[in-house]
């Protein structure tokens, strides 16, 4: 495992780089997710209620499903022409998941302040500020207490933002990483007028024919090995076009094979750009997952973890990841 750095990164240490920005722009990591949007929504609604002016800076297409948490969000297109003095950035540590917005902010020394739960990757630099807590099963939760630091009462756009987040990072409250915290927040959002059915079924019941259709082919061609603890699924282009579907449709797939018990770890390759490739990592009951990702220069959590990588082809990464899995020794 990397060496994790300590950085005065808790929230009464922070909070004063919040609270002295005027202009302030949000944003999280490229192929944003539940959490991500959630945990930014509502710190743009706590925000707001400081009389702060906030835009959303998005670094690339929002996917739809999550668009119910940004009415009445504004989102900036072009932060070029705003004079922020802070750049928040959640969900992520990894500056490089938002460029060109987090090199420009530090190009025209604009602070920027991470707000995350993944493990710390960067090294200290003055401009950069972090809020980090590596417990919180989402962004969403980290956002509930800064939120609770600043004294700003959760209203309901507040409270529905931060449930998406928790529901959708914990996986419906499967992956919660054993702490009561996770329930507790809960609890707390769900006694404010919010609808969690229908939060539960915007995050999650996405599904289509097409999609069926296209699980159907990905798990006839799902490659098993080590005795079934291993198993491997890809995914072209070409294969997406022809079921009408984009990369954040297919995010969940690889989660489903870790319900078989004798699966150690999953990972799903999916072709981003000609020669570029997203691969998730999943294991269950260790951390395999985020063995293999940080090896590959990528992050995330010790059972769901994930990089990019450019390759010429899948079977070159598939090769790439079956030497990690060999150091592991769950490979022969
Ligand atoms: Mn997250």
């Not at 945990?39 to 706590?46: E, F, K, Q, T």
């Not at 000609?274 to 691969?279: D, L, P, T």
């Not at 070159?316 to 990690?324: A, K, L, P, Y």
Request: negative net charge; aromatic residues 8%; glycine residues 4%.
């Amino acid at each position: 495992m990397r060496h994790i750095i300590i950085f005065p990164m808790s929230i009464e240490s922070q909070i004063d780089v919040i609270l002295q920005a005027q202009r302030i722009l949000l944003t999280t990591h490229r192929n944003s997710d539940g959490d991500g949007i959630g945990s930014l929504a509502a710190l743009y609604g706590a925000l707001k209620n400081l009389n702060k002016q906030v835009w959303f800076v998005p670094v690339d297409e929002v996917p739809k499903r999550y668009s119910y948490m940004l009415e009445n969000v504004d989102v900036c297109a072009n932060p070029d022409e705003i004079n922020a003095d802070l750049l928040i950035i959640l969900d992520t540590n990894h500056g490089e998941l938002c460029n060109p917005l987090f090199q420009n902010s530090i190009n025209k020394n604009r602070k920027v302040l991470f707000i995350d739960h993944h493990v710390e990757n960067s090294k200290p630099h003055p401009l950069i500020f972090r809020i980090m807590n590596l417990d919180a099963a989402s962004t969403g939760e980290i956002v509930f207490d800064i939120i609770k630091t600043l004294n700003v009462p959760i209203n309901d756009f507040i409270a529905s933002a931060l449930y998406s987040s928790l529901t959708f990072d914990t996986q419906a409250f499967k992956l919660v990483r054993n702490s009561a915290r996770s329930h507790s927040i809960a609890a707390e959002l769900a006694g404010h007028q919010i609808n969690t059915e229908k939060i539960q079924r915007a995050l999650f019941a996405h599904w289509t024919p097409e999609k069926m259709k296209f699980l159907a082919e990905l798990i006839h061609s799902a490659k098993y090995s080590a005795n079934n603890k291993v198993v491997g699924l890809s995914v072209t282009l070409k294969q997406l076009e022809k079921y009408k579907l984009h990369g954040d449709d297919v995010n969940d797939i690889v989660d489903m094979f870790t319900l078989i018990p004798t699966v150690k770890f999953a990972y799903f390759i999916r072709q981003a750009e000609a020669n570029e490739y997203k691969v998730s990592f999943r294991s269950a009951l260790n951390d395999y997952a985020y063995t293999v990702a940080t090896r590959l220069d990528g992050g995330g959590h010790k059972s769901s973890a994930g990089t990019w990588l450019n390759a010429d082809n899948i079977s070159s990464i598939e090769d790439r990841i079956n030497n990690e899995l060999r150091l592991l020794k769950l490979l022969d």
